[in-house]
């Protein structure tokens, strides 16, 4: 039992020479998403450290295996949506990536194992009809918007 523990205390001191490469790419804040105040509240508070090149880094994004898994959460949420360059995408990747936000903002983000440890990031049902509402999915059948400012001004 005693050999048991010392190897895995062995393995995981080992799993720690593979670190992952934590990142933050610069990016253009113009091309950043721009929102009202309330909006943009919210997706700094419980998107923007997957969705965004503006990551806070969590102390145990520096220990694996965990280490892996952060970074493939950041990864992968950079992929489908990057808050942080919003206005490169063309009007219909925007409006595609919108109505992802109101599809998936009601029930799967952000995701639980997140709200775990980020507690702060638990959003109410008043914040994600919030942001629904800000999306304009349920507006007609016409493209969200043809121009970000559009929806700013609002």
Request: glycine share 2%; net charge neutral; proline share 5%.
């Amino acid at each position: 039992m005693k050999n048991t523990f010392i190897i895995i205390f062995i393995i995981i001191i080992l799993l720690q020479i593979i670190q992952i490469e934590k990142t933050n790419p610069k990016s253009n804040p113009k091309l950043e998403i721009h929102a009202p105040k309330e909006i943009m509240n919210i997706f700094k508070r419980s998107c923007y450290d997957c969705h965004s090149n503006d990551t806070n880094w969590p102390w145990y994004s520096s220990i694996a295996p965990v280490s892996w898994s952060v970074s493939s959460h950041v990864e992968d949420g950079r992929q489908w949506l990057n808050f942080s360059i919003w206005n490169s995408y063309t009007i219909n990747e925007q409006n595609k990536k919108i109505k992802e936000i109101f599809r998936s903002i009601y029930i799967a983000m952000p995701p639980s194992d997140y709200i775990y440890f980020h507690e702060e990031s638990f959003l109410t049902k008043k914040e994600r009809n919030l942001v629904r509402d800000w999306t304009g999915v349920m507006n007609d059948n016409k493209p969200i918007f043809t121009n970000i400012t559009e929806k700013i001004h609002e």
